[in-house]
């Protein structure tokens, strides 16, 4: 059982950086769009 649970709990870690960098990186295309088009919030497909 303990193995189980430190391996739920890595992959939870996981997920969460995961999570973490996929938002970074998603903020970063955003502030680059809004400083290469002038646009503010608008997010353009």
């Known amino acids: 059982m303990i193995e189980t649970q430190a391996a ?14 996929i938002i ?8 680059r769009g809004d400083v290469a088009t002038g646009d503010k919030g608008d997010i353009e497909a």
């Open 24 to 31: 970074n990186s998603l903020d970063d295309l955003l502030e």
């Open 8 to 21: 739920v709990a890595i992959n939870e870690t996981f997920v969460q950086q995961l999570a973490y960098g």
